[in-house]
């Protein structure tokens, strides 16, 4: 069991400009959820995918769009891109509907410059 | 608005003896809360969670401790060990709602 993968690990990218990242769930599980985790900062929730739809949202503005395929993946797409998008972008797969924990991707790192 | 709320940014102990980090939150209508351990260059990993019918669940060195009335959390490690040094997260329901996190070292 490869647990959650995402890609890429590190990015740069400058002001103005898209980005996407990309996460693959631990096999069994059906949700997606991403957290931006500033430095020192705990991951803040962005918004978290399931059966291809958005359930839940942060506080995060609409420049922060997502998508979940058949298979489950998911992307994060951050348009318009600002140095405060620099952080650490988290992705954690889990189970609809139960109370357990989420399993966590190992992060991309995004810089903008 | 921090609903969850670690206080201490970092904590060092010696080998050996107790590590307790502490959590707090707001949001009353919280019913799960999880505990995660973050090294560096890794994703967070689960270390042990409560829900809010229960006041302590032990698993092994790791108890974590919950007090609805004063909306608070704890987290004991004994004996603490140096591999447990990393930053601990505390997390609230479903969407987790993390706290700050808290760096502890673990002296040898």
């Known amino acids: 069991d490869a647990g959650v993968t995402q890609s890429p690990t590190h990015l740069i990218k400058t002001r103005g400009q898209q980005v996407t990242l990309r996460c693959s769930p631990k096999?069994?599980?059906?949700?997606v959820s991403w957290y931006q985790q500033a430095l020192g900062q705990g991951p803040q929730f962005i918004f978290q995918?399931?059966?291809?739809?958005?359930?839940q949202r942060g506080n995060f503005p609409d420049r922060f769009s997502g998508h979940q395929f058949p298979n489950y993946s998911s992307e994060l797409n951050v348009n318009a891109l600002l140095l405060g998008d620099s952080a650490l972008y988290l992705c954690?797969?889990?189970?609809?509907?139960?109370?357990?924990?989420?399993?966590f991707g190992q992060g991309t790192r995004l810089t903008v410059v | 608005d921090q609903q969850v709320k670690q206080n201490s940014p970092s904590l060092s102990v010696q080998e050996g003896r107790i590590s307790i980090l502490n959590c707090d939150y707001t949001?009353?209508?919280?019913?799960?809360f999880l505990w995660y351990k973050k090294y560096p260059a890794e994703g967070p990993t689960f270390l042990i969670s409560?829900?809010?019918?229960?006041d302590k669940n032990e698993d092994g060195r790791f108890t974590v401790f919950l007090n609805k009335s004063a909306k608070h959390l704890s987290l004991h490690i004994v004996p603490s060990q140096p591999g447990d040094s990393a930053v601990y997260f505390c997390?609230?329901?479903?969407?987790?709602?993390f706290g700050a996190g808290t760096i502890l070292r673990v002296k040898s």
């Open positions: 949001n009353s209508m919280f019913d799960y």
């Open positions: 096999s069994g599980h059906d949700t």
């Open positions: 409560i829900s809010s019918i229960k």
């Open positions: 995918y399931y059966e291809e739809e958005e359930r």
């Open positions: 997390a609230a329901s479903a969407k987790l709602v």
């Open positions: 954690a797969s889990s189970t609809v509907g139960s109370n357990t924990e989420a399993f």
